[in-house]
């Protein structure tokens, strides 16, 4: 599927509490507020947005130069982590921004997609809560992840990072849970989704996304960590059961008893609860949205065509359309 960015859009990202959404366009960075959906601003380089003062240049926090190009970007309240094709760095934030650590890795990004700006340029992602300082990033093996605790590595050291074989492919999307208990993770192969438990490293769930290829733009936990949800180049955004598995679906193999190895793979994975559909042509990345009750969640898909979509479902699988937005049209350009 050959795709160009839409409407000028090169990246889009939802911040560490999925509150917020940063959409990059050639013609500069937008932040958007999820709920309800307003446009925060228009920001570029390292802002921050609280600071008092009409003048903008008040806002910039700092900059940092690289020699080689800096792929992605990951931010908690006081680190920041830049990944670069086969290097990471971590630097304190944001106060006297020092370099803290500095890891090889295998080459990162994988090759070239024709909507790089979703696919996973610079994969890794870093764990927001207090309590755990965990960094996630594609192993020097192929199919393999690394996770780093920086809070028991000491800055300006080499650490071993533990190692977990997650595919026998490479990776193409990863995602931690917000207490960096659970790391999340597909291949490029794109059919199955794998859970590991960071602290043991054992697999604790197998959920299958389809049979076909897929490219898969984003992996996220909902706040509890009691569902998921992934996007990719089908069109279509899959909501998975964490909690309570037994909401997931089952092929229908599973009932009929002993079945070939080639079949048994499909019978035993977990299929998702439940779904919905964005334009097949136009990446999207998704989260989830407030609850609006027990037992209503909702899901947001932010798409490069500039369209919002939220969706709300509930454990029995419904899923229905809630609202729908064009984001770029809520402030202009011109406006300012």
Known sequence: MTQQPLRGVTSLRFNQDQSCFCCAMETGVRIYNVEPLMEKGHLVLIWDDAREGKDSKEKLVLEFTFTKPVLSVRMRHDKIVIVLKNRI?????????????????????????????????????????????????????????????????????????????????????????????????????????????????????ELRRGTDPATLYCINFSHDSSFLCASSDKGTVHIFALKDTRLNRRSALARVGKVGPMIGQYVDSQWSLASFTVPAESACICAFGRNTSKNVNSVIAICVDGTFHKYVFTPDGNCNREAFDVYLDICDDDDF
């Open 89 to 205: 760095y971590v630097y304190s934030f944001p106060d006297n921004p020092r370099k803290l650590f500095e890891f090889d890795t295998r080459d990162n990004p994988k090759a070239a997609h024709p909507t790089p700006h979703l696919h996973t340029l610079g994969l890794c992602d870093l764990c927001p809560s207090l309590e755990k300082q965990l960094l996630v990033f594609p192993g020097h093996k192929c199919g393999s992840l690394q996770l780093v605790d920086l809070a028991s590595t000491k800055p300006g050291t080499s650490s071993a990072p533990f190692t977990i074989n997650a595919h026998q492919s490479d990776i193409a999307c990863v995602s931690l849970n917000q207490p960096g208990t659970v790391v999340a993770s597909a291949s490029q192969k794109g059919t199955l989704i794998r859970l590991f438990d960071t602290q043991s490293k054992e697999k604790l769930v």
